[in-house]
């Protein structure tokens, strides 16, 4: 029994001198401050940007519309929110605004992203592909592009 409690004593004082000459020093990519830990490029610690499309897109039946996308996420893979600003040319309609949820939907083989827009007005889930240039294209319900007109897209401009 003796043996055991020297052993122990041994251990206990060899692995609280390996931690005092560790002088405090975190582990690389970990802050420890007080009693918590935070990760180094934690998601959460990441500031939102703001990115802008605009340009013309085919709107219900045969009306186009100027568009003004804001989409406000980390990046344009991940999910955010959104407002836009849709201003009918063809039925004279007058601008409508709205905003909600933006989500990111990426395709299985990875080479397709689509953004839909779930409105927090309830009004319809609109969907756009995102195009090798940056730009965004809307979709059907299918993923098909609603339009074969290709000055129908919204341009990224920041």
């Known amino acids: 029994?003796?043996?055991?409690?020297l052993f122990t004593a041994t251990a206990?004082?060899?692995?609280m001198s390996s931690?005092?000459?560790c002088g405090?020093?975190?582990p690389q990519g970990v802050i420890i401050e007080t009693d918590s830990i935070y990760m180094v490029g934690d998601s959460a610690l990441v500031d939102e940007q703001t990115f802008v499309f605009e340009g013309t897109s085919p709107m219900n039946g045969n009306a186009v519309a100027n568009v003004l996308l804001a989409i406000s996420t980390v990046n344009l893979n991940?999910?955010?929110t959104y407002s836009i600003t849709t201003d009918y040319v063809d039925e004279g309609l007058a601008t409508q605004n709205d905003n909600g949820e933006a989500v990111i939907i990426t395709g299985n083989d990875s080479t397709m992203t689509v953004i839909e827009l779930?409105?927090?007005n309830m009004g319809p889930t609109i969907s756009f592909m995102m195009q090798q240039d940056?730009?965004?294209v809307k979709v059907d319900k299918n993923g098909k592009p609603a339009s074969k007109n290709p000055a129908h897209k919204l341009n990224?401009?920041?």
């Open 1 to 5: 029994m003796r043996k055991i409690l």
């Open 12 to 15: 206990a004082t060899l692995l």
């Open 19 to 21: 931690c005092n000459s």
């Open 24 to 26: 405090g020093s975190a």
């Open 78 to 80: 991940s999910d955010g």
């Open 118 to 120: 779930v409105s927090a």
């Open 134 to 136: 940056s730009s965004l």
């Open 156 to 158: 990224l401009k920041k």
